[in-house]
C-alpha cells in the first residue's frame, strides 16, 4: 500500500511566522471587515502607506492565518459576526498582536471610537474559533457559540473568556510532531533563520523541508505560501469529498437498478405464461363436468394431444378454479408491455451509470464533478435532497426517529428512520391489526398504516401511498418497478438473536409501485 503524502500543517511554528508578518502593520487602520462564509474573516489594514488583507479562518480543517492578496466576496446579507466587527472595528486601528504561549492562537487589540476590542484567533483543528472580547474579557460575538452541555469552556454571548484548556499560563505551547520530525533529519534543536517555502501538494512552512525529501520553492513570505497552497488544497479536498460521496450514491443506485432488473426478469417471466395460463382455465371449464368434488388436481388432455395436469384449489368448483387462471392470464398479458418498457429502461440506465462512475473515479477536477453530480440528479440517479433531523421534542416516541404523514382516506402512515426506529415501531408502536408494509427482498423502512382495528377497511390508494413510503427508504427507490409486501403486524415478528429492525412475517400480499422518483 502507497503511503500518504506528507502533510505540512498550520502549526505553531507557522503562525509565528505569520505574526511576525502582522506586526509590521501595527498601527494601521481598519477599513475593511468581509465574512464571506461561516469560517473565514478578512480584515484590511492600511499602515506606512500599505494596504493588506489578513485572513483569520476557523475552518475544522483548513484554520490559519495570513495575507491575502485577492480580495473576498461579501455575503449579501452579513453575519452577525462581521457587523459586530464592523460596528467595533471600522476606523480603528491595530495596536498589538501577540501568539498566546508560543500555541496556535492569536490575539489582536484595537483602538477605536467604539472601545478597546481584543479579537481571538483559536486555531485548533476542529474547536477553531473566531472570538471577539472587550477590554474586561466580556464576549461580545463568536463565530461558533458553544454551549454548557458542551463544553466545559462555553462561548456564549457576555460570558467571560477563558483560554482554552490546552493552553496552560505559563506553559509555551507545544512542537508540532512535524517540526520535531524536521528538525531531527537537519539534526538540530531549532529551526534556523527563516526562509518561506511553498511544497506544492504538501504545504507551506517558514523553512526549508528538503530534508524531508519535499519539493520546495521559496517564496517572499509565509503569507504568500500558504496562501498559493491553500488556494489549491481546499478545491481539491472539496473534489475529492464530492468524488468520493458521488461513488457511494451512484454505485447505490446501480445496485437498485440491478435488483429492479432481476424483479422485473421475474415478472417478465411471468408474462410470458398467460398463454399457458389462458389454456389452463379453458381445459379446467372443458372438463369442469367430469372433475370429482374437492379434487386438487386435474387430469386432462391439451389441444395438441398431450397429458396434462393441472392444479386446482379443491374448496373451488371448477367455474371458479378457470376464472383463477384466467385471471392470473388477464394479469400477466396486461403488465408485460409495462414490463418490457421498464426492462429497456432500467438498462440503458444501468450502462449509462456504469459508465458516469468510471468517468467519477478518474476525475480530478471540482468543476467537472459538479457537473457528473448534476447529471445524477437531473437521471434521478441520486437524491441531493436531505432530511433535517427532527427536533427531540417533535418526536414523541421516546425519541426513536419515527416520522407520521397523512395518507389518503385520513389514515396515519408511521415509518422508522434506522433501524433502532424501524424495530421500536414494529414491536411497540404497531397494534396487532395494523397493516405492516416493507419492500420485498431488500432493506427498506418499516412502514404502518394505523387502521383502528379495521384493517379491511382500507382503501388501495391508502396502501399505494404507505407502500411508495416504504420504496423512497429503500436501496430500491430508483428502480422501477418494485414489489412492496404487506400482511397484518399480528404476522410480523423478529426472529430469535436477530438485530434490530430484522423481521419475518407470514400471510402477505404484494403491490407493485413505481419508482425512480
Not at 506553559?171 to 512535524?178: C, D, I, L
Not at 517540526?179 to 534543536?189: E, R, S, W, Y
Not at 428512520?417 to 415501531?425: C, M
Request: net charge positive; hydrophobic share 40%; with cysteine.
Amino acid at each position: 500500500m502507497a503511503e500518504k503524502p506528507i502533510r505540512i500543517p498550520f502549526d505553531s511554528f507557522t503562525l509565528s511566522a505569520v505574526v511576525d508578518e502582522v506586526r509590521e502593520y501595527l498601527g494601521g487602520k481598519v477599513q475593511d471587515v468581509r465574512q464571506p462564509n461561516d469560517h473565514e474573516v478578512s480584515i484590511g489594514l492600511y499602515a506606512g502607506g500599505k494596504e493588506a488583507m489578513l485572513l483569520l479562518s476557523c475552518h475544522p480543517e483548513f484554520a490559519r492565518a495570513h495575507f491575502i492578496t485577492k480580495r473576498l466576496a461579501n455575503q449579501p446579507q452579513p453575519p452577525v459576526f462581521c457587523s459586530t466587527l464592523r460596528s467595533r472595528l471600522d476606523g480603528g486601528r491595530l495596536v498589538q498582536v501577540e501568539q498566546v504561549q508560543g500555541d496556535r492562537l492569536i490575539e489582536l487589540d484595537f483602538e477605536s471610537p467604539e472601545g478597546d476590542t481584543r479579537l481571538i484567533a483559536e486555531l485548533m483543528g476542529k474547536h477553531s474559533n473566531l472570538i471577539l472580547v472587550d477590554n474586561s474579557l466580556r464576549i461580545l460575538s463568536a463565530v461558533k457559540w458553544v454551549g454548557r452541555s458542551k463544553s466545559s469552556r462555553p462561548i456564549q454571548p457576555n460570558g467571560h473568556y477563558e483560554l482554552p484548556p490546552v493552553v496552560k499560563p505559563g506553559e509555551s505551547g507545544r512542537q508540532s510532531p512535524f517540526l520535531t520530525k524536521l528538525l531531527g533529519a537537519i539534526g538540530q534543536d531549532r529551526p534556523g533563520p527563516k526562509s518561506p517555502i511553498l511544497s506544492p501538494g504538501h504545504g507551506a512552512y517558514p523553512v526549508s523541508v528538503e530534508a524531508l525529501g519535499l519539493p520546495e520553492f521559496p517564496r517572499a513570505s509565509v503569507s504568500i505560501a500558504l496562501e498559493q497552497y491553500f488556494d489549491l488544497a481546499i478545491p481539491q479536498a472539496a473534489a475529492d469529498s464530492l468524488r468520493t460521496s458521488l461513488l457511494a450514491q451512484l454505485r447505490r443506485s446501480l445496485l437498485a437498478k440491478e435488483v429492479a432488473l432481476a424483479d422485473l426478469r421475474q415478472a417478465e417471466e411471468a408474462g410470458g405464461k398467460a398463454a399457458a395460463w389462458q389454456r389452463m382455465g379453458e381445459l379446467v371449464l372443458a372438463y369442469g363436468t367430469g372433475i370429482v368434488t374437492n379434487s386438487d388436481l386435474l387430469q386432462a388432455w391439451d389441444y395438441d394431444g398431450s397429458e396434462v395436469s393441472i392444479k386446482l384449489d379443491p374448496e373451488l368448483d371448477f367455474k371458479a378454479n378457470a376464472n383463477r387462471y384466467f385471471e392470473k392470464a388477464k394479469k400477466a398479458k396486461g403488465s408485460i408491455g409495462i414490463v418490457r418498457d421498464q426492462i429497456a429502461r432500467l438498462t440503458t440506465d444501468h450502462v449509462d451509470i456504469g459508465s458516469l462512475i468510471a468517468a467519477v473515479e478518474i476525475q480530478s477536477r471540482l468543476d467537472r464533478l459538479k457537473e457528473f453530480e448534476r447529471q445524477a440528479v437531473e437521471r434521478r440517479w441520486i437524491n441531493l435532497q436531505t432530511v433535517q433531523a427532527a427536533k427531540k421534542e417533535d418526536r414523541p416516541y421516546q425519541g426513536h426517529r419515527i416520522r407520521e404523514l397523512s395518507a389518503p382516506g385520513g389514515y396515519s402512515v408511521l415509518f422508522g428512520e434506522n433501524a433502532e426506529s424501524n424495530d421500536y415501531l414494529t414491536l411497540r408502536v404497531a397494534k396487532p391489526n395494523d397493516l405492516w408494509l416493507h419492500v420485498r427482498g431488500s432493506t427498506s423502512a418499516h412502514v404502518v398504516i394505523v387502521t383502528r382495528n379495521q384493517p379491511e377497511r382500507v382503501q388501495p390508494e391508502t396502501l399505494r401511498f404507505a407502500a411508495r413510503i416504504a420504496v423512497l427508504n429503500s436501496p430500491s427507490k430508483h428502480a422501477g418497478f418494485i414489489p412492496v409486501d404487506y400482511t397484518l403486524k399480528k404476522f410480523v415478528r423478529r426472529p430469535k438473536g436477530a438485530a434490530k429492525g430484522a423481521a419475518i412475517y407470514t400471510h402477505e400480499k404484494t403491490i407493485h409501485v413505481e419508482g425512480g422518483e
